[in-house]
């Protein structure tokens, strides 16, 4: 389109961007909560949901941010 | 009494949604430049991003949420809005209405109206459409403000005009792209912010089975208590469910709200466009395994009276929207929490923006430049999208504190959707394909339609006829009526269109070509490989439709 000369980036660029920042600050704090003990009163917190599901996020962020790192659209 | 309680990590992540979606708004103005930019994002986008994009604009908090608390009153049965209400008119839009809304290159459904038909039913659907688009926008920012005040305890002034300037800052930088952009991150924090809570679920009860065996029967079948409808929760018959759910309301609202049809119109080429409803049809079918067993879970935890688990209530009446926000509570530690505040935030906002969009290309090119000023260049059209792009989101601001000062509003919601969509899809159908179907029949017939919706929603409301009248059973819940009454309008709407072309002026053919069936190049639909083919994809996801159903019957 010869509008747009500078090219864009993908969508999932960004998805991982945000996917990796949340995931990273859910698995940082849920880690720390883990081994400095501190107390959780929610329905299966011996589990940790947190830290895996947290660091799924990060690493699936990572996944479309490694892909899409040099992709560009018109 | 508030649900959730936030911690600092949560608002760091609710802060930092808020500056990446306004930060890609600016990002997203440098590729911007012309009108076809703004209203149609480029017509540069794959089917995968038209895709989810589609799905996740109407995925809003609010249907979240209610049909959570829906599954907690009704069972199953709210999964025929995922299942028969969505995958069939999804798939009939891919294969069989989009080459003709994408061939006329047109920017909005009432520039389809237009072409086909004329200028006048065209300005009747785009007034409509703009009245229904900002009614919903104003009254979904109140119930977010509601919902976020309730469970959060948040200022509702604050959380209103905080989400309502942010949406309002990034559509009016870069219009219908960054509408999608945001769709479809909402897209992927809904199912890492939401998804867990069904996750968690399952292993604190057992398994999905021992969920289903724990609630009562009828509420774990889809079709076999739908004979009777005393038998299952929302009163409703199959009759009911198929021909005023899966048929009208379904089509009317899948193949011709612009809200969703707009995302395909984004599209690079055709085979994307057709391909946008198909593979938004795969997700949707998912998306139960968020609500339904979420709702589920609730029913099943707040019958055991050892799990220490209720749903909140308001002046002794249980508020069945606090299933999703109590199992949030119940099972999420601190970041968690943020993420799945978030997640209902980039719902309602994308919801917002999703309408926004819509709303100010309806208003630029079937109102403003069809009737206001035809001679407006394309920089002035541009110009004009962003000042109906902020004046939308005033006029929904000031909807939204109407709504809070006589809530009874909430009540006319679904009569709205019926009142638009249902006759328009008659109006659709007779269109696309039946070449005889003349300009004064879809007017008097869209106007039939519309009318007797309306008028049928009165009369049962204020009790002038008996809702048995249109639901043919003696017993019928209000989503009961709602589904007969839309049959009703598209029979009522179908009927006067054929009967009014029957005896009135027709086009001539040459200025149908592309536009209905049987007038439009067949060289025209592109011919891949049987593994690149929309149809093939529209199988597939029919196949998964009928075991789904099968499964769950």
């Known amino acids: ?74 | 009494m508030q649900a959730i309680g936030l911690h600092g990590v949560d608002w760091a992540i609710i802060l930092f949604y808020f500056a990446f979606i306004i930060g890609l708004g600016f990002y997203l103005k440098k590729y911007t430049k012309s009108e076809d930019d703004f209203f149609l994002a480029g017509r540069r986008n794959s089917s995968w991003v038209a895709g989810l994009a589609f799905l996740s604009a109407n995925l809003g908090a609010l249907e979240l949420l209610g049909m959570t608390g829906n599954t907690f009153k009704y069972g199953m049965f709210v999964a025929h809005f995922y299942w028969i209400g969505a995958v069939p008119a999804m798939l009939f839009l891919g294969i069989f209405m989009m080459p003709f809304y994408y061939s006329g290159r047109i920017k909005s459904v009432p520039g389809y109206l237009k072409l086909r038909f004329d200028e006048k039913t065209r300005v009747l659907n785009g007034f409509s459409f703009a009245l229904m688009t900002l009614l919903v926008s104003g009254i979904n920012l109140y119930a977010m403000a509601l919902v976020l005040h309730t469970f959060v305890g948040w200022n509702w002034d604050v959380s209103m005009w905080a989400s309502a300037i942010t949406v309002a800052v990034y559509v009016t930088l870069s219009g219908l792209m960054s509408a999608i952009f945001t769709e479809i991150i909402q897209f992927f924090l809904i199912w890492f912010g939401l998804f867990l809570v069904s996750i968690l679920g399952i292993v604190e009860i057992g398994s999905l089975s021992e969920i289903m065996h724990r609630v009562p029967e009828a509420f774990s079948k889809l079709w076999s208590t739908s004979g009777d409808p005393t038998q299952n929760g929302m009163m409703v018959t199959w009759g009911g469910i198929v021909l005023g759910l899966g048929f009208v309301l379904s089509f009317g609202y899948w193949t011709t709200d612009f809200l969703v049809v707009q995302r395909a119109f984004s599209a690079k080429n055709l085979r994307s466009a057709r391909m946008t409803p198909i593979i938004a049809s795969f997700f949707k079918m998912a998306v139960p395994f968020i609500v339904i067993i979420a709702g589920l879970l609730a029913l099943v935890l707040s019958k055991d009276p050892n799990s220490g688990f209720a749903l909140m209530t308001d002046a002794g009446k249980t508020n069945y929207d606090s299933a999703l926000p109590m199992l949030i509570a119940r099972y999420f530690p601190r970041g968690l929490v943020g993420l799945g505040i978030t997640a209902l935030l980039a719902g309602f906002m994308a919801g917002q923006a999703g309408n926004i969009s819509a709303f100010n290309t309806v208003w630029t090119y079937d109102i403003y430049h069809s009737v206001i000023n035809r001679k407006a260049s394309p920089k002035h059209l541009l110009w004009m999208g962003r000042v109906a792009t902020v004046a939308g989101i005033i006029i929904s601001v000031a909807t939204a504190y109407w709504a809070k000062s006589m809530p009874t509003i909430m009540d006319y919601m679904q009569a709205i959707f019926s009142w638009v969509n249902a006759p328009l899809f008659a109006t659709m159908l007779l269109g696309m394909f039946v070449k005889w179907i003349t300009p004064n029949g879809a007017f008097w017939g869209l106007i039939a339609g519309m009318g007797s919706s309306f008028a049928m929603y009165l009369a049962v409301k204020f009790q002038w006829i008996s809702t048995s009248l249109i639901t043919f059973s003696k017993v019928a819940s209000d989503m009961a009526a709602n589904f007969w009454r839309a049959w009703w309008a598209w029979l009522i709407c179908f009927v006067v269109t054929i009967v009014v072309s029957l005896f009135t002026k027709k086009k001539p053919d040459e200025e149908l070509v592309g536009l209905v069936k049987g007038l439009t190049r067949e060289t025209a639909l592109e011919k891949p490989v049987w593994y690149k083919r929309p149809a093939f994809y529209a199988v597939l996801s029919l196949v998964i439709f009928v075991l789904l159903n099968i499964y769950f019957w």
Do not use: C
């Open chain 1, 1 to 74: 389109m010869a509008t747009n000369v500078k090219k864009m980036k993908p969508i999932w660029f960004f998805v991982g961007v945000i996917l990796q920042v949340m995931g990273g600050l859910i698995f940082g704090i849920s880690l720390y909560d883990w081994i400095a003990g501190v107390e959780s009163r929610t329905v299966l917190a011996n589990l940790h949901p947190g830290v895996w599901w947290g660091g799924l996020m990060s690493l699936a962020g990572f996944v479309f941010e490694l892909k899409n790192i040099n992709a560009s659209i018109e």
